[in-house]
């Protein structure tokens, strides 16, 4: 009987001896989880203003301490790896002061700036003629929006129309100029579009069967879902004869019908008088006692 106590209290110490460890195994794993969240991580970031094309030398970077349960994707936490011996990367997007660098944000080692490298995947881009008109002036700069106008003759009409080609498109450049920071009009003869693969055919082609206009579009703009041929017969106003050509309606909203213009008065022509007829002259003529009336030259 004695044997078999000692058996169970050895079975019951065991247990709880191991039920012990387990929780201590526990507590000790999550309290080095939460040292190494709470610890940092040396980040490069940028130490001044870093524009596009600019080289990146060691004295324009800096390591700060990121929280490790922060760090940025793909950062770089020594100078070797983001400066490798020998080889030099230059700046792609701009960065401001303490903005970690990150490899989307600058060139491969070893290569310089350029356009490709900041295309998204599947996007081209191509360039089109442009003037002081058709550029608005030079107030088109890099990274505004734009829709494209084309003014071309179609075949089996003797007037011109103009149709919108494409709507909301990036500009890269406008001639050489890629940056346009200041906001200072861009005195350029192209501007560089960024399109999918059929929007650079469509641009071609344009090219050459017509002219195109640049149209600068507000930033966050909605594309209008529904656009016009304009020819030469829609040179007036839309109100023009009482007609009401629809205006361009952002997404979820509908142009307001314009109210008839009012029916002009017609003067109807005066109802022709009858000239009053001639009035005769009654003869009287009796036969026996019975007397009957004549009229004569009625």
């Not at 999550?30 to 970031?45: F, M």
């Not at 950062?75 to 400066?83: A, D, T, V, Y």
């Not at 000239?275 to 007397?291: E, F, S």
Request: glycine fraction near 10%; charge should be positive.
């Amino acid at each position: 009987m004695l044997r078999r106590q000692t058996v169970i209290a050895l079975a019951v110490a065991i247990f709880f001896g191991l039920v012990a460890v387990y929780l201590a195994n526990t507590y000790l794993t999550a309290s080095q989880n939460r040292a190494a969240l709470g610890g940092t991580t040396q980040v490069a970031v940028a130490v001044g203003p870093l524009n596009y094309g600019t080289e990146l030398t060691p004295d324009k970077i800096r390591f700060a301490d990121y929280p490790n349960s922060a760090l940025p994707p793909g950062s770089f936490h020594n100078l070797n790896e983001i400066l490798p011996p020998g080889q030099k990367r230059v700046v792609l997007a701009d960065m401001q002061p303490n903005e970690p660098i990150l490899p989307a944000k600058i060139s491969a080692p070893g290569q310089g700036a350029s356009i490709a490298a900041l295309l998204p995947t599947g996007m081209r881009a191509t360039s089109v003629r442009i003037n002081d008109v058709s550029g608005v002036a030079g107030f088109i700069q890099p990274n505004d929006s734009v829709d494209i106008l084309i003014t071309r003759s179609v075949a089996g009409r003797d007037d011109q129309m103009t149709d919108v080609l494409m709507q909301n498109v990036r500009v890269l450049a406008i001639g050489q100029n890629a940056k346009g920071a200041d906001g200072k009009p861009i005195d350029g003869k192209t501007a560089t579009l960024l399109v999918d693969q059929l929007g650079a055919q469509k641009l071609a082609l344009a090219q050459q069967v017509g002219s195109l206009s640049l149209v600068l579009r507000k930033p966050g703009d909605q594309t209008n879902p529904v656009v016009e041929t304009v020819s030469l017969n829609d040179l007036r106003d839309s109100l023009y004869g009482g007609v009401h050509y629809p205006a361009a309606a952002s997404a979820g909203a509908y142009a307001a019908p314009a109210a008839a213009a009012p029916a002009a008065h017609v003067a109807r022509p005066a109802a022709k008088k009858t000239a009053p007829k001639p009035k005769g002259n009654d003869i009287q003529v009796y036969r026996g006692t019975k007397g009957d009336n004549y009229t004569v030259g009625g």
